[in-house]
Each structure stands twice: as structure tokens, then as C-alpha cells.
T-cell receptor, first 114, second 118 residues
Framework: AQSVTQPDIHITVSEGASLELRCNYSYGATPYLFWYVQSPGQGLQLLLKYFSGDTLVQGIKGFEAEFKRSQSSFNLRKPSVHWSDAAEYFCAVGSKAAGNKLTFGGGTRVLVKP | GAVVSQHPSWVICKSGTSVKIECRSLDFQATTMFWYRQFPKQSLMLMATSNEGSKATYEQGVEKDKFLINHASLTLSTLTVTSAHPEDSSFYIC??????????????FGEGSRLTVL
């Protein structure tokens, strides 16, 4: 079975500082990996995804993530956060074998200090 | 990108009534849709997989008689919460896979529907 762990429940970062959100997954084969962002009371917006190929993936809003198979990780990064980046971030794993069902991590809430 | 729309975005109902939530793919055909439930400050939990023209597949622990799912067309899936009770209050989110783009694994999410049962 596939599973996802986001070790950090909350992260507080100053505006302009860099941000890194951790994600570790467990899956036997090559997974599809995703990062989504959710603002309060809203649905999910896809930031980026990894299916295959280049392990450094660029997404929207200046985010990037790196797939590291040896560490079973897919950490999300942004060099300089903006106040509008305050939200809940979810890492998710899926696969063809699982019928594209996504399993989500517990989420990391990002707070941005002025 | 592909758009998935949910309706209503929020609903308040009395205990014992039934509530229907619609999930529509606006610009693509969705052979498969997924229904998730999200409790406050928690992650999304998959409830069921809805396949067009066939019965939904429910995750373990989800009552199929409580949460009726219908996927009668390639652009519409509905979730009906029957005889709703306060513990059914939650944020329900649907997602859909574009069947025309092959098995890429990418899902598109609706805006979510917040159900409050009094």
C-alpha cells in the first residue's frame, strides 16, 4: 500500500525567507508524486507533479520539488516566500497500479510572518 | 487546465434529511471520479472511486448506503449523503481524471462542498 508522511505539521517562516516542506512516501514501484496547496475553505490547487524524467520539477508560483528515490522523498521548496503563500500544503502519491487513487499526507500548514 | 466544478459549495441541512452534491467536469470527459472527505485541519481521506456506468468502489469503513454515489455520465458524478447527521458535517471534495489524456495520473479537483448538519 502507498503512504505519505509530512513530518512537519506547522511551519512558520518570515516573508522573503526560503521554505522547504518535507514529504516522504512509501510505495513499491515508481510513484506519481504531487504537491497541492489549499487555502482555507477552498479546494486543492496543483503546484507541481512528478511522473518520470528530470527529478527536479518546476511548478507554479515559484515552487520546485526534487524527487530523490534513494530517500523516498519529494520535498517542496521556494527560495523566497510571499505572504500569499500562507496555506495548507499537501503531498500526495498515486500510481497506475492503484488506479490513480491519490493518497495524501497529513498536510503542513505554513504561516508567513511579516 | 481542466476544470472540475462542485455544487453546492456549501449547504446546511437538518438532521435526517438527504443532501446531494454534484461534481462536474466542465471541459473534459471524466471516466473516473474520486470523492474525498476532509475534517477540519486534517488531510483528505478517499471515500470512494466512481466509474462512469458502473457501481462505485468504496474504501474500507465507508458506508455505501450512507454515501450514495452515482456516475451516470462522463461529466457528472453525484454524492448523496442520506439521512444526514451532525457527524456527517465535513468538507467533501471530488476529483476527476481526464480519460482523454491517457493514464497520466493527474487529477483535477473541485472547489469542495462544505456540509453542515444541524
Amino acid at each position: 500500500a502507498q503512504s505519505v508522511t509530512q513530518p512537519d505539521i506547522h511551519i512558520t517562516v518570515s516573508e522573503g525567507a526560503s521554505l522547504e516542506l518535507r514529504c516522504n512516501y512509501s510505495y513499491g514501484a515508481t510513484p506519481y508524486l504531487f504537491w497541492y496547496v489549499q487555502s482555507p475553505g477552498q479546494g486543492l490547487q496543483l503546484l507541481l507533479k512528478y511522473f518520470s524524467g528530470d527529478t527536479l520539477v518546476q511548478g507554479i508560483k515559484g515552487f520546485e520539488a526534487e524527487f530523490k528515490r534513494s530517500q523516498s522523498s519529494f520535498n517542496l521548496r521556494k527560495p523566497s516566500v510571499h505572504w500569499s503563500d500562507a496555506a495548507e500544503y499537501f503531498c500526495a502519491v498515486g500510481s497506475k497500479a492503484a488506479g490513480n487513487k491519490l493518497t495524501f499526507g497529513g498536510g503542513t500548514r505554513v504561516l508567513v510572518k511579516p | 487546465g481542466a476544470v472540475v466544478s462542485q455544487h453546492p459549495s456549501w449547504v446546511i441541512c437538518k438532521s435526517g434529511t438527504s443532501v446531494k452534491i454534484e461534481c462536474r467536469s466542465l471541459d473534459f470527459q471524466a471516466t473516473t471520479m474520486f470523492w474525498y472527505r476532509q475534517f477540519p485541519k486534517q488531510s483528505l481521506m478517499l471515500m470512494a472511486t466512481s466509474n462512469e456506468g458502473s457501481k462505485a468502489t468504496y474504501e474500507q469503513g465507508v458506508e455505501k448506503d450512507k454515501f450514495l454515489i452515482n456516475h451516470a455520465s462522463l461529466t457528472l458524478s453525484t454524492l448523496t449523503v442520506t439521512s444526514a447527521h451532525p457527524e456527517d458535517s465535513s468538507f467533501y471534495i471530488c476529483s476527476a481524471r481526464d480519460g482523454g489524456q491517457g493514464n497520466t495520473g493527474e487529477l483535477f479537483f473541485g472547489e469542495g462542498s462544505r456540509l453542515t448538519v444541524l
